[in-house]
C-alpha cells in the first residue's frame, strides 16, 4: 500500500466511526417516545430511575449495540464469503 493513501483511508475511517456515533445517538434519542440528548446523557451518566432513564438503559441501549454488532458480523461475513470464493459480487446464497 502506498504511504501517500495512508491519510485518505484514515480519514474515511474516522468518517465511518464518526457516523456510526452519529446514528447510534440518533438510535437510542428516537423512538415511539422521543428523548432529548440531554436526557440521553443523564441516563448514562446520572441514573434517577425514571421511566425515561429506564427507556433507554433497558431497552434501547441494548437495541443499539445488538443492532451494531450484528452488522459487523453480517459485514464480516460477507467480506469473508467473498475472499473465500475469490469474486467481489459474491452473495451469502452461493454457499446454500
Known sequence: MPTAEL???VAILAGSVALLVVAAGASVSIGAHAIP???VWRALTDYAGTDEHLIVRDIRIPRTVIGIC????LGTAGALIQ???RNPL??????G
Open 7 to 9: 491519510p485518505r483511508q
Open 70 to 73: 450484528v452488522g459487523a458480523a
Open 83 to 85: 475472499a473465500l470464493t
Open 37 to 39: 440528548p440531554a436526557e
Open 90 to 95: 459474491a452473495e451469502p446464497g452461493i454457499l
